[in-house]
């Protein structure tokens, strides 16, 4: 089967334990995590898991489902890239001298958009957000020139290209058989 980069955007209760409940599903399956970001979402007391990894359909589907059945978990969807917005951020450490005398350095960081944020005799730090091949190119291309002391990326984060929240939907028919119930 063929093997795709899965983006799974899992919406959770805001409980200690869940993260490793999420990811103890892709150890068992034995899949890499490729990138994760966790944080609050637009729903209070809801948190949001974005997790990258290479798999093919049929297992990412099985993962889904099995992430689902977590207590805490509220709902879970995967995504193939073209049906989301994504963008990391990375941050460049930079020799400042090879920065001021290679005027390479230079181009690669216009050619990339990125920003230079801080400049002293040793370092130069540069940020750059953008798609994950675009800062992956740009770090080969300053590794290249040889001035890179660090380089650290930060998980993807997506928004979903669908004009609704799906989990919105989900939430919001759950608060009715709820109230159907007379809880």
């Not at 919406?11 to 869940?18: L, R, Y």
């Not at 989301?84 to 001298?97: C, D």
């Not at 091949?133 to 998980?155: D, H, K, P």
């Amino acid at each position: 089967m063929e093997q795709k980069l899965y983006t799974i955007i899992v919406h959770s209760e805001n409980v200690a334990g869940v993260l490793n409940q999420v990811t103890a599903v892709f150890t068992r399956r034995q899949i890499n995590i490729e990138s994760l970001n966790v944080s609050a979402s637009s729903i209070p007391g809801v948190h949001k898991y974005t997790i990258t990894a290479w798999a093919d359909l049929a297992t990412i589907e099985k993962v889904a489902k099995q992430i689902s059945k977590k207590i805490d978990v509220v709902q879970t969807q995967y995504f193939t890239d073209d049906e989301v917005f994504q963008n990391e951020i990375a941050l460049y450490k930079l020799k400042t001298p090879i920065l001021e005398s290679n005027r390479e350095v230079g181009r690669v960081i216009r050619r990339f958009n990125a920003r230079i944020v801080e400049v002293n005799a040793t370092y130069s730090v540069v940020v750059h957000d953008g798609m994950s091949s675009e800062i992956t190119a740009m770090n080969e291309q300053l590794m290249e020139i040889g001035c890179v002391l660090q380089f650290v990326r930060s998980g993807r984060v997506v928004v979903t290209k669908s004009s609704f929240e799906r989990v919105d939907e989900y939430l919001d028919k759950r608060q009715e058989k709820f109230k159907q119930k007379g809880i």
